[in-house]
């Protein structure tokens, strides 16, 4: 019914063709007067874009305009900015002449994350951040993970080497809080869980980081922070390959392509990444490590079709397998626990995903979107057992299809709207969620209903209001034959929850090369409860996780442009958080519940400075992050959940956090050095959980450093240093990371 829905509110909209002219023509030079190739190039209407190019070797583009109507020509390219210009649309071709870019440590960028549609980055009232993949390639980077460190409010933690557990703690929150999105396509977990450290950087065009809850936006699991990756398609036909090999045992092996060709477009790309880890290493105690290899295939691709009028056709389908050892939690022991390294748990991963869609304009106002997508996980698990010298083998599974429709409303000039509906189907299978009969599927059910207004006043203020009403469906449950946890059949249960979320930003001052932008926002979150949580309760009627946030910022270029400053100030509140009551028989009836509590609030800052001397571009970015959380009292209770205190911090969350990249580019050759590093933590035992106590973590810092060079047009020899100073640190209590590692590889680039 979902997909029937959407595809006829999609042809619904067929009710006249969009009138378009053109095209619209010019050329983009740099500051020294020369074409800059594989520039973006858009074109904006009402604050959102209508139509966008990519400038060919010689500079230049070509967009079909609308035949009447005033428009804004904009550029996007890291490092650099240029002044929008105001074109009227005509019957006739027009050619705008050479738009120079100049060095900025502002690069404009279209995103589509921050709002319903894509706006520009300058518009944004939310705390937004952009990673480029001109950056990742630069820096060498081969995970999304790794490039998440450099984000202000994100704090990043690995348990060993590569591909092992990754997670991510949005501004407080918890590691279920961050909803991923590649090529619009949810990829988390039933109930939010996200594993960070498969997440390959292969591939892509950037990186979009949208702190706060946005589930006004994107609804369940939205409630801390949306990571989006876009990937490479379109633009000039280009194709890379890369082979990199280093220490632990380390290879890469990577190719991509991307392009377009008459209204045609695609992109997509494939990684084998296999690392030994720790293997054959000594433990502090003199155990050789075993059991710490990690190897991951991964393939995937896009394509579709777009017309001149702006009507699309897109598809895209992915594909990846992971294997990864799990020897344990081999370093810091404070309570002698640990007995040794585990040489027989492995696990491994398959997980698929695709979706369809279809943009079609309807006259000049409208514009209808549909979309379906799909994505699942498959997990399986070896570990030892307890009782015999056997192996115990578990299975896992997650399924999610979701239908989407939307259509955007160009009202008058400074006000559009978005309005739409999604349906959500998702599923969660385990081997230890099972009665006599096999495992209990637990299936859920969303219908979003969503509205957003944008509008923009003088060029200098821009307001997003949005809300969402989210029905979740549970569809009843069986009963569990677990003999430590018994339950009995649920019943079928509803909740309806209204999120809405405000944001608005104003240039003060709009001086190019010398900006002041002050922004704020406000908005709520929802996590409905993940498998286990419903599974091990016994409570019919267990809630959604929820968080209420409240932001505030200003942007402030400084030197012409060449320097940018950051802050902001933000408060989180998490409410109705899923704990075992245990003690708390006096709060509630139930074996979990509602019941919990915490709270989150900080500032971020970053600096960023670009310049070019004598032919040298060179780049800092400094980035720091004050986090101040608390956990606070269960619901009519005095104390928090055992074994923690009221007042103590969250778990992992460090109160002080701070990233520097440094990087000089000169003609065929580009040096860079990136750092990073926390403060102590609070952690639990390594092997036991909260079960064998809570300690103090040390903080650390690292640093990496690299340099590549091109030995020819289409050839480039690159080599780094990671953990340069070869530091002993952990950033999971109990798990070390790897020692000082190099690694050295070829780049084969060609493109048209």
Same mark, same amino acid.
């Given at each position: 019914?979902?997909?029937?829905?959407?595809?006829?509110?999609?042809?619904?909209?067929?009710?006249?063709?969009?009138?378009?002219?053109?095209?619209?023509?010019?050329?983009?030079?740099?500051?020294?007067?020369?074409?800059?190739?594989?520039?973006?190039?858009?074109?904006?209407?009402?604050?959102?874009?209508?139509?966008?190019?990519?400038?060919?070797?010689?500079?230049?583009?070509?967009? /079909?305009?609308?035949?009447?109507?005033?428009?804004?020509?904009?550029?996007?390219?890291?490092?650099?900015?240029?002044?929008?210009?105001?074109?009227?649309?005509?019957?006739?071709?027009?050619?705008?002449?050479?738009?120079?870019? #100049?060095?900025?440590?502002?690069?404009?960028?279209?995103?589509?994350?921050?709002?319903?549609?894509?706006?520009?980055?300058?518009?944004?009232?939310?705390?937004?951040?952009?990673?480029?993949?001109?950056?990742?390639?630069?820096?060498?980077?081969?995970?999304?993970?790794?490039?998440?460190?450099?984000?202000?409010?994100?704090?990043?933690?690995?348990?060993?080497?590569?591909?092992?557990?990754?997670?991510?703690?949005?501004?407080?929150?918890?590691?279920?809080?961050?909803?991923?999105?590649?090529?619009?396509?949810?990829?988390?977990?039933?109930?939010?869980?996200?594993?960070?450290?498969?997440?390959?950087?292969?591939?892509?065009?950037?990186?979009?980081?949208?702190?706060?809850?946005?589930?006004?936006?994107?609804?369940?699991?939205? +409630?801390?922070?949306?990571?989006? +990756?876009?990937?490479?398609?379109?633009?000039?036909?280009?194709?890379?390959? +890369?082979?990199?090999?280093?220490?632990?045992?380390?290879?890469?092996?990577?190719?991509?392509?991307?392009?377009?060709?008459?209204?045609?477009?695609?992109?997509?790309?494939?990684?084998?990444?296999?690392?030994?880890?720790?293997?054959?290493?000594?433990?502090?105690?003199?155990?050789?490590?075993?059991?710490?290899?990690?190897?991951?295939?991964?393939?995937?691709?896009?394509?579709?079709?777009?017309?001149?009028?702006?009507?699309?056709?897109?598809?895209?389908?992915?594909?990846?397998?992971?294997?990864?050892?799990?020897?344990?939690?081999?370093?810091?022991?404070?309570?002698?626990?640990?007995?040794?390294?585990?040489?027989?748990?492995?696990?491994?991963?398959?997980?698929?995903?695709?979706?369809?869609?279809?943009?079609?304009?309807?006259?000049?106002?409208?514009?209808?979107?549909?979309?379906?997508?799909?994505?699942?996980?498959?997990?399986?698990?070896?570990?030892?057992?307890?009782?015999?010298?056997?192996?115990?083998?578990?299975?896992?599974?997650?399924?999610?299809?979701?239908?989407?429709?939307?259509?955007?409303?160009?009202?008058?000039?400074?006000?559009?709207?978005?309005?739409?509906?999604?349906?959500?189907?998702?599923?969660?299978?385990?081997?230890?969620?099972?009665?006599?009969?096999?495992?209990?599927?637990?299936?859920?059910?969303?219908?979003?209903?969503?509205?957003?207004?944008?509008?923009?006043?003088?060029?200098?203020?821009?307001?997003?209001?949005?809300?969402?009403?989210? /029905?979740?469906?549970?569809?009843?449950?069986?009963?569990?034959?677990?003999?430590?946890?018994?339950?009995?059949?649920?019943?079928?249960?509803?909740?309806?929850?209204?999120?809405?979320?405000?944001?608005?930003?104003?240039?003060?001052?709009?001086?190019?090369?010398?900006?002041?932008?002050?922004?704020?926002?406000?908005?709520?979150?929802?996590?409905?409860?993940?498998?286990?949580?419903?599974?091990?309760?016994?409570?019919?009627?267990?809630?959604?996780?929820?968080?209420?946030?409240?932001?505030?910022?200003?942007?402030?270029?400084?030197?012409?442009?060449?320097?940018?400053?950051?802050? #902001?100030?933000?408060?989180?509140?998490?409410? /109705?958080? +899923?704990?075992?009551?245990?003690?708390?028989?006096?709060?509630?009836?139930?074996?979990? /519940?509602?019941?919990?509590?915490?709270?989150?609030?900080?500032?971020?800052?970053?600096?960023?400075?670009?310049?070019?001397?004598?032919?040298?571009?060179?780049?800092?970015?400094?980035?720091?992050?004050?986090?101040?959380?608390?956990?606070?009292?269960?619901?009519?209770?005095?104390?928090?959940?055992?074994?923690?205190?009221?007042?103590?911090?969250?778990?992992?969350?460090?109160?002080?956090?701070?990233?520097?990249?440094?990087?000089?580019?000169?003609?065929?050759?580009?040096?860079?050095?990136?750092?990073?590093?926390?403060?102590?933590?609070?952690?639990?035992?390594?092997?036991?959980?909260?079960?064998?106590?809570?300690?103090?973590?040390?903080?650390?810092?690292?640093?990496?450093?690299?340099?590549?060079?091109?030995?020819?047009?289409?050839?480039?020899?690159?080599?780094?240093?990671?953990?340069?100073?070869?530091?002993?640190?952990?950033?999971?209590?109990?798990?070390?990371?790897?020692?000082?590692?190099?690694?050295?590889?070829?780049?084969?680039?060609?493109?048209?």
């Amino acid at each position: 019914m979902a997909l029937r829905s959407s595809c006829l509110f999609v042809l619904s909209t067929l009710i006249a063709a969009s009138a378009f002219a053109g095209p619209l023509t010019g050329r983009v030079i740099d500051p020294d007067g020369h074409a800059v190739p594989g520039a973006q190039v858009f074109l904006l209407r009402g604050g959102s874009s209508i139509a966008s190019s990519v400038t060919n070797a010689r500079g230049e583009f070509a967009i /079909d305009a609308p035949d009447s109507g005033r428009c804004e020509v904009r550029v996007a390219l890291d490092g650099f900015r240029a002044d929008a210009v105001t074109v009227d649309g005509s019957a006739e071709p027009h050619d705008i002449g050479a738009v120079k870019l #100049t060095v900025s440590a502002f690069s404009e960028s279209l995103v589509v994350s921050a709002a319903q549609v894509e706006i520009p980055l300058s518009q944004a009232s939310s705390s937004v951040t952009v990673i480029p993949g001109s950056e990742l390639e630069a820096r060498q980077v081969h995970s999304v993970a790794d490039a998440l460190r450099a984000v202000p409010g994100l704090t990043v933690a690995r348990n060993g080497g590569y591909g092992s557990l990754t997670a991510v703690f949005p501004r407080g929150g918890e590691s279920n809080y961050t909803l991923v999105f590649v090529d619009g396509i949810q990829v988390n977990a039933f109930g939010g869980g996200f594993d960070f450290s498969h997440l390959s950087a292969n591939a892509i065009d950037r990186i979009e980081v949208v702190r706060g809850p946005q589930s006004a936006l994107y609804g369940s699991n939205a +409630i801390g922070a949306v990571v989006r +990756i876009v990937t490479r398609q379109a633009g000039p036909p280009r194709g890379d390959a +890369i082979l990199e090999t280093g220490s632990f045992g380390t290879t890469r092996l990577a190719a991509s392509s991307s392009g377009s060709s008459q209204g045609w477009f695609w992109g997509g790309g494939a990684e084998r990444f296999a690392s030994d880890g720790f293997n054959g290493r000594a433990t502090s105690a003199g155990e050789e490590i075993r059991n710490d290899r990690y190897m991951r295939n991964e393939a995937g691709g896009s394509g579709g079709w777009r017309s001149a009028a702006g009507a699309s056709v897109r598809g895209e389908l992915r594909f990846e397998h992971d294997d990864r050892g799990f020897p344990g939690a081999f370093g810091s022991n404070p309570a002698g626990i640990f007995s040794g390294i585990d040489t027989v748990s492995r696990g491994t991963d398959d997980r698929w995903s695709g979706s369809i869609g279809a943009t079609i304009p309807s006259g000049r106002r409208v514009r209808a979107h549909g979309t379906v997508a799909w994505n699942g996980i498959d997990g399986t698990f070896v570990a030892p057992s307890f009782y015999s010298t056997d192996e115990v083998v578990s299975h896992s599974g997650s399924r999610r299809v979701t239908a989407r429709a939307q259509a955007d409303i160009a009202v008058r000039q400074g006000l559009d709207v978005s309005t739409g509906v999604e349906f959500e189907r998702e599923e969660v299978t385990s081997t230890y969620i099972t009665d006599n009969s096999g495992p209990i599927p637990v299936k859920r059910s969303v219908a979003g209903y969503f509205g957003e207004a944008r509008w923009s006043a003088a060029g200098r203020l821009f307001v997003t209001g949005g809300l969402r009403i989210e /029905d979740i469906h549970r569809d009843p449950v069986g009963p569990l034959s677990d003999p430590y946890s018994p339950r009995p059949a649920m019943a079928a249960d509803d909740v309806v929850a209204v999120n809405p979320r405000i944001g608005a930003s104003y240039y003060l001052r709009a001086v190019p090369g010398s900006q002041t932008k002050v922004r704020a926002a406000a908005g709520t979150g929802i996590r409905p409860p993940d498998g286990f949580d419903i599974a091990y309760t016994d409570n019919p009627s267990l809630k959604p996780e929820r968080s209420r946030s409240v932001e505030a910022g200003v942007d402030q270029t400084l030197g012409g442009g060449r320097a940018l400053v950051e802050a #902001t100030w933000f408060s989180n509140r998490f409410d /109705d958080l +899923i704990v075992a009551v245990g003690r708390f028989v006096e709060s509630s009836r139930y074996r979990t /519940d509602n019941i919990s509590n915490a709270r989150a609030k900080g500032v971020e800052l970053a600096t960023t400075l670009r310049q070019r001397a004598r032919g040298v571009d060179v780049q800092a970015r400094v980035a720091y992050t004050f986090l101040d959380t608390e956990i606070l009292a269960v619901d009519d209770a005095g104390s928090a959940p055992d074994p923690f205190e009221a007042g103590q911090p969250l778990l992992q969350r460090p109160r002080r956090q701070w990233s520097v990249d440094l990087s000089a580019a000169h003609g065929r050759w580009n040096a860079w050095a990136r750092g990073g590093g926390r403060g102590r933590v609070l952690a639990v035992e390594p092997t036991y959980g909260t079960y064998g106590g809570l300690f103090t973590a040390a903080g650390y810092s690292v640093w990496n450093a690299g340099a590549s060079w091109k030995i020819a047009r289409r050839l480039e020899l690159f080599g780094r240093v990671e953990n340069l100073f070869d530091r002993r640190y952990e950033e999971v209590f109990g798990f070390p990371a790897l020692g000082r590692g190099a690694m050295a590889g070829i780049r084969i680039a060609a493109s048209r």
